[in-house]
């Protein structure tokens, strides 16, 4: 059996002998469903993986659906007023900083019983990740003097970056059952969902159409399938993918910093009128308070 060797939520053996405590964000964060639910259900985790993954790469396309579930005109062309798109990239700005602070961090750190080494080296990670889309943004600068264009690029290398990381926790919970596959799938969808509409408003915000955006979502899908297969081909290796690839959360936390409060919030910063900051205000806590909302409904 490949559970016998697997890289999964539950082996600690390898990892812990590396001391990084980001193995904690493969946990799903669910209550447990009862395995007679799955009686009967072959052991194919390459398949269920498949279907996971692809389930949280189609969420990237749940802000188009709401749109036009509410009649919101997506024509192409079509682009927000300043004020609609400003309080959409106030939304982004929290959700993305609720995902951060709200889920990525506590994963990341677990209980607070992981080794200083582990919690200095994953501390390391996001500032890692930081630096590294300042350097990214210097570099596009010099190319693309467009700095909502930027703001998209880096969005969607980020992403990209993110899927592979949720690719991996499935691949790896699949593997140890279908059944914790399953609540990890869902609990990656839950928190997933706010942060998409966070995406949205930054490939607004630099110049994409509403369906362009969502191709471009879905494109990045394809690294959360290259994540969850290589969980799967490497599930046997005597140095687990999991300890390999324990950088990837912290390191995405740290990119997901750098667009919400260097390349997004600057521009809301410079808002002057009241009545706008206050709007804008409001959409930066209901980001927050979206991904705090869907994690407790998670928990319990």
């Not at 009862?34 to 259900?41: E, R, S």
């Not at 192409?76 to 004020?83: A, K, L, P, Y």
């Not at 909502?148 to 059952?177: E, K």
């Not at 260097?262 to 900051?277: F, G, H, R």
Request: net charge negative; glycine share 10%.
């Amino acid at each position: 059996m490949l559970t016998s060797s697997v890289f999964c939520v539950s082996d600690v053996t390898n990892a812990t002998k590396l001391d990084f405590p980001s193995q904690e964000f493969l946990l799903p964060k669910m209550p447990e469903i009862p395995d007679w639910y799955f009686d009967g259900i072959p052991d194919m985790p390459w398949l269920y993986a498949l279907i996971g993954s692809t389930l949280v790469g189609l969420a990237g396309i749940v802000p188009l659906v709401v749109s036009q579930t509410f009649n919101i005109q997506i024509n192409e062309g079509d682009e927000f007023s300043g004020s609609r798109l400003n309080s959409l990239l106030g939304f982004a700005v929290g959700a993305l900083l609720g995902d951060v602070f709200l889920h990525s961090l506590p994963e990341i750190y677990g209980n607070g019983s992981s080794a200083a080494k582990g919690q200095m080296a994953s501390g390391m990670y996001v500032l890692l990740g930081l630096i590294t889309f300042i350097i990214i943004e210097k570099i596009l600068g010099m190319i693309e003097k467009d700095g909502r264009a930027m703001a998209a690029y880096l969005n969607l290398i980020a992403n990209a970056i993110d899927n592979f990381a949720h690719g991996l926790s499935l691949g790896g919970a699949f593997l140890t059952s279908t059944r914790i596959g399953v609540t990890t799938t869902i609990a990656i969808l839950g928190h997933e969902i706010p942060h998409e509409f966070a995406d949205f408003g930054v490939l607004l915000k630099g110049g994409f159409s509403w369906r362009s955006a969502a191709l471009m979502q879905l494109s990045t899908a394809a690294f959360g399938i290259l994540g969850a297969f290589s969980a799967i081909l490497f599930s046997g290796a005597a140095n687990t993918i999991e300890a390999r690839t324990s950088w990837i959360l912290p390191f995405s936390a740290g990119s997901f910093l750098h667009i919400a409060l260097v390349t997004i919030l600057p521009d809301l910063i410079k808002e002057s009128n009241p009545k706008e900051s206050c709007k804008q205000m409001v959409s930066i806590l209901t980001g927050i308070l979206s991904v705090r909302v869907l994690d407790g409904i998670i928990d319990h």
